[in-house]
């Protein structure tokens, strides 16, 4: 019934217009990254109103609503499922915090546009292995995958590792993607080197002068943005 009920609350939000702007922004035509997917155009104040709702659906009923075609119905699910791991963590529920990190790596292949990894990664993955540096070879499973959102999932997990002034996987994750092709990953490690980067340029300006020649433009745009224009154009200079 909870499914039912969230489906339709969603529905009775939908957006027609936004729906056809979400459609071109997320790039769903055939051959682009978003193939498929189907959108209602329900903000995501509205989504996260809704999940608030629907915060005790259990990991069964989530796990449907994540397979759902709808773009808006797997974030809801995202929404739900974060909540979850967050009232463990307030617990200590460390049991129900590994049944909840490994549901979403197992079902990590619907998690499968740039706005539903970026949300939800560094708060489960990363939240998960902020104190686990044993378990961390999982991101490097991940990195070496074909799936472009897996590997997203890798370097985006490592956002919470950022914000602990902890960097060391964040700098080998980047370096493994240095040949990577995908626009999506140049822009999403380079947002991650420049998260390092506000916390301790040093090492920002050390993994730069080691790596600026392979770059993507793209990452090297992104990891420099918070630089002052003279040091900005100082790397943009050298490619």
Request: proline content about 2%; aromatic content about 10%; glycine content about 4%.
């Amino acid at each position: 019934m909870s499914l039912n009920k969230i489906k339709s609350d969603l529905k009775e939000v939908t957006n027609k217009k936004e729906a056809k702007i979400l459609t071109r922004f997320f790039k769903t035509g055939k051959g682009e990254y978003g193939e498929g997917d189907i959108f209602l155009g329900v903000t995501v104040p509205e989504q996260r109103k809704i999940a608030k709702k629907y915060y005790n659906l259990n990991l069964k009923e989530i796990k449907k609503l994540l397979e759902s075609k709808i773009h808006e119905e797997r974030q809801t699910s995202l929404f739900i499922l974060i909540a979850n791991y967050e009232k463990a963590q307030k617990e200590n529920n460390t049991k129900k915090q590994k049944e909840i990190f490994n549901f979403y790596l197992n079902n990590s292949e619907h998690v499968n546009n740039w706005d539903l990894v970026d949300l939800s990664a560094p708060k489960i993955v990363g939240e998960y292995l902020l104190n686990k540096k044993e378990k961390r070879k999982v991101l490097y499973e991940l990195a070496i995958s074909n799936n472009l959102w897996k590997k997203r999932i890798a370097i985006l997990s490592t956002y919470t590792f950022i914000k602990n002034k902890d960097f060391k996987d964040t700098i080998k994750l980047s370096e493994m993607f240095l040949k990577e092709k995908h626009d999506l990953m140049h822009k999403a490690v380079g947002w991650m080197l420049r998260e390092v980067g506000k916390k301790d340029e040093k090492i920002l300006i050390d993994f730069l002068d080691k790596h600026y020649k392979e770059m993507p433009r793209t990452m090297l745009r992104y990891a420099i943005e918070k630089f002052p224009e003279e040091k900005r154009k100082y790397y943009l200079n050298l490619k």
